[in-house]
């Protein structure tokens, strides 16, 4: 089956790869067509496109024609409808407004009923490789709900934490499998500096079985006060050292994600080495999928960071996606 998304933020390659970790957690096949700019012509089979925070939209590939002469076979659709070409950088309002006038006159369908403001189907039209490439859009990422959950509406809160999004985009890094608590098999995602629980959080509203720990007691209640205001129920967070927590897990976890303690002054490069070492180290054995972890620099016990985020003109966090069997 073929989609279209647009991919938002200012690391497409990040937004990318959220894309990819996604549908290969709930399908087994992912493949891109075609590439231009934002827009990503691709296949996989139909998964939660909802799990996705660095996408800004998704949608069904209908059909598509050439530029010269449009033509598109849409069957079985009810109900109103409105045509919303993609613009891409340069384009006028007024350039979008006539194809799409000449796209829905286009159409070949049963019902003709155009609703701009409030429509039950919206089309999307892209051109990609000389033609027009038609879908239905199936999901919208306006970002409120990531902009509701940032740290100082929370009921607890610190200034370090990361921002919902990229705390949900790390969670999706992880290719943490199964539909979580839609299918009944609840999948385990575990973040062992847990702090304020921001990460706990994303993946606890993704429907994960989350579990976590934080050496300090304080953010321990915080990040449960955190968990039950956005009604996350199945959880487990801990006052431990990280590591004693780590070896503590039996059995296996879809997916370790961290944001590491690297806040402080402190923390120099071997302290640095240690930590990572040792979170590899005891993660290996009981991840299925892939670690995940935030620093603030960007190599590691010879890793180089797959991806950074400028935060501040003196911060930028580095990403970092490991396979347990490559450590």
Same mark, same amino acid.
């Given at each position: 089956?073929?989609?279209?998304?647009?991919?938002?933020?200012?690391?497409?390659?990040?937004?990318?790869?959220?894309?990819?970790?996604?549908?290969?957690?709930? @399908?087994?096949?992912?493949?891109?067509?075609?590439?231009?700019?934002?827009?990503?012509?691709?296949? $996989?089979?139909?998964?939660?496109?909802?799990?996705?925070?660095?996408?800004?939209?998704? &949608?069904?590939?209908?059909?598509? @024609? &050439?530029?010269? @002469?449009?033509?598109?076979?849409?069957?079985?659709?009810? %109900?109103?409808?409105?045509?919303?070409?993609?613009?891409?950088?340069?384009?006028?309002?007024?350039?979008?407004?006539?194809?799409?006038?000449?796209?829905?006159?286009?159409?070949?369908?049963?019902?003709? &009923?155009?609703?701009?403001? !409030? =429509?039950?189907?919206?089309?999307?039209?892209?051109?990609?490789? #000389?033609?027009?490439?038609?879908?239905?859009?199936?999901?919208?990422?306006?970002?409120?709900?990531?902009?509701?959950?940032?740290?100082?509406?929370? =009921?607890?809160? @610190? =200034?370090?934490?990361?921002? =919902?999004?990229?705390?949900?985009?790390?969670?999706?890094? $992880?290719?943490?499998?199964?539909? %979580?608590?839609?299918?009944? !098999? *609840?999948?385990?995602?575990?973040?062992?500096?847990?702090?304020?629980?921001?990460?706990?959080?994303?993946?606890?509203?993704? #429907?994960?079985?989350?579990?976590?720990?934080?050496?300090?007691?304080?953010?321990?209640?915080?990040?449960?006060? !955190?968990?039950?205001?956005? %009604?996350?129920?199945?959880?487990?967070?801990?006052?431990?050292?990280?590591?004693?927590?780590?070896?503590?897990?039996?059995?296996?976890?879809?997916?370790?994600? $961290?944001?590491?303690?690297?806040?402080?002054? &402190?923390?120099?490069?071997?302290?640095?080495?240690?930590?990572?070492?040792?979170?590899?180290?005891?993660?290996?054995?009981?991840?299925?999928?892939?670690? *995940?972890?935030?620093?603030?620099?960007?190599?590691?016990?010879?890793?180089?960071?797959?991806?950074?985020?400028?935060?501040?003109?003196?911060?930028?966090?580095?990403?970092?996606?490991?396979?347990?069997?490559?450590?």
């Amino acid at each position: 089956m073929k989609w279209l998304a647009v991919l938002a933020g200012e690391d497409l390659e990040l937004a990318l790869e959220e894309l990819r970790s996604v549908c290969l957690s709930e @399908s087994s096949e992912f493949s891109v067509v075609n590439k231009v700019g934002r827009v990503i012509l691709f296949k $996989t089979d139909e998964i939660r496109f909802s799990r996705l925070a660095y996408v800004r939209e998704v &949608s069904r590939y209908l059909d598509e @024609s &050439s530029i010269d @002469s449009l033509s598109f076979s849409i069957n079985g659709l009810e %109900g109103s409808f409105a045509v919303r070409p993609y613009i891409v950088e340069g384009e006028s309002e007024d350039k979008r407004s006539k194809l799409a006038e000449k796209i829905g006159s286009s159409l070949d369908i049963t019902s003709r &009923s155009v609703d701009l403001n !409030n =429509p039950e189907h919206v089309f999307r039209a892209f051109k990609i490789g #000389g033609k027009i490439i038609l879908g239905k859009r199936v999901f919208l990422n306006e970002g409120g709900s990531f902009e509701s959950r940032r740290s100082h509406l929370r =009921p607890f809160s @610190s =200034p370090v934490s990361l921002h =919902p999004r990229l705390a949900r985009c790390l969670v999706n890094l $992880t290719r943490a499998d199964g539909f %979580g608590s839609d299918s009944g !098999n *609840v999948s385990l995602v575990v973040d062992p500096f847990c702090g304020t629980g921001g990460i706990l959080v994303e993946a606890g509203l993704m #429907g994960f079985k989350v579990q976590g720990s934080d050496i300090s007691a304080e953010m321990v209640e915080g990040s449960k006060r !955190n968990l039950g205001f956005y %009604g996350v129920e199945d959880y487990d967070v801990v006052k431990s050292d990280a590591f004693k927590f780590l070896s503590s897990i039996e059995g296996k976890v879809s997916g370790v994600v $961290t944001d590491l303690p690297y806040g402080k002054s &402190s923390l120099k490069e071997l302290e640095a080495e240690e930590m990572v070492g040792r979170l590899l180290d005891l993660s290996k054995s009981i991840c299925s999928n892939r670690i *995940v972890f935030v620093l603030n620099r960007p190599e590691v016990c010879g890793l180089s960071a797959d991806f950074s985020v400028y935060v501040h003109k003196s911060l930028s966090r580095y990403i970092y996606v490991v396979n347990p069997q490559d450590v």
